[in-house]
């Protein structure tokens, strides 16, 4: 369940927040970290699917087909980001919900119903940072240009969803309290899952934006992903370990942190530099759904 390296994360984020605190970082200075720890944690956990894939099909992976079918899935959910925008960025919300309850779930995945349940707590967890941070999200969903809704209806509505999800949170973990059983191996892991999610909630609530989104994405999610991968690999829970995970994810990284300084690129030369947050919105998204087809075959063993 990783519970120890839940905790040091946690640890950390309470710095981070304690420096912002005391030194009120400003965007820039944020913005700056994030994209550091995306390059160094965010990008490099989503590059080790094809070592995944060998590692799990013990007959042996064909890996000119596997890029193949990775390459035409990213290429098949680019063209619906191009034809049908708001239809992507549903799928995209549905993959992401469903692959970030994975990681943050404490409890048996066994079923359906185990899934459907840590599904609907990273839905509502994704609908809570959106609805909250609407003004931004606003800058990319507005700039697809082809959503029916303009941008005073994007604020009313997340104005509606955000006491929902809150109230929806509180709701599934008082169902969860009479299943526990039924959910977790073990009484305390769901104990665990409430502490875990009232603490992250509150990180979303008052830590700002970029430190929030850098913590999340590019620490916890990150960090908890690379480690399943290391134990999948048995590797050691030492810094050889994690430096060889981390040279094992080095080729398939470079290439992506080249596609992204060549949209970087591309978009500080064009008239409208601020499109560079669509862009690389888009770009992680279309990376997302090959992703989470293989990360998901990922199974760890209750502790």
Same mark, same amino acid.
């Given at each position: ?8 994360? !946690? ?116 609908? &809570? ?10 800058? !990319?969903? !507005? ?49 665990? &899952? !409430? ?109």
């Amino acid at each position: 369940m990783q519970i120890k390296l839940r905790l040091y994360l !946690i640890l950390f984020a309470f710095l981070l927040f304690l420096i912002d605190t005391v030194f009120v970082l400003n965007n820039s200075t944020q913005i700056s970290f994030l994209i550091i720890v995306l390059i160094l944690f965010g990008v490099p956990h989503g590059a080790l699917d094809l070592y995944i894939d060998q590692h799990l099909n013990k007959s042996g992976s064909n890996q000119k087909l596997f890029l193949l079918k990775y390459i035409a899935n990213i290429i098949g959910y680019a063209l619906v980001w191009y034809f049908f925008p708001i239809a992507a960025l549903i799928i995209f919300i549905l993959i992401t919900a469903y692959h970030f309850g994975e990681i943050d779930w404490l409890g048996k995945t066994e079923n359906f119903i185990h899934k459907l349940a840590y599904s609907i707590i990273g839905l509502l967890w994704i609908l &809570l940072l959106l609805s909250k941070n609407i003004h931004f999200a606003l800058q !990319i969903f !507005i700039r697809m240009e082809r959503s029916a809704f303009n941008e005073t209806q994007w604020v009313g509505l997340a104005q509606q969803i955000y006491p929902i999800t809150l109230i929806g949170l509180a709701a599934i973990y008082f169902i969860l309290f009479f299943f526990k059983a039924y959910f977790f191996s073990n009484n305390k892991y769901y104990y665990y &899952l !409430i502490l875990q999610q009232a603490i992250l909630i509150s990180f979303a609530l008052y830590m700002p934006l970029w430190l929030c989104f850098a913590f999340y994405f590019g620490f916890w999610h990150s960090l908890l992903s690379f480690d399943k991968i290391r134990i999948t690999f048995s590797m050691p829970n030492d810094f050889n370990g994690w430096k060889n995970l981390l040279i094992k994810a080095a080729p398939f990284s470079i290439m992506a942190w080249f596609g992204f300084v060549y949209i970087t690129f591309l978009t500080l030369n064009s008239k409208d530099a601020s499109g560079i947050f669509t862009l690389l919105f888009i770009s992680l998204s279309v990376l997302a759904l090959p992703h989470l087809q293989i990360f998901t075959k990922i199974k760890l063993k209750p502790d």
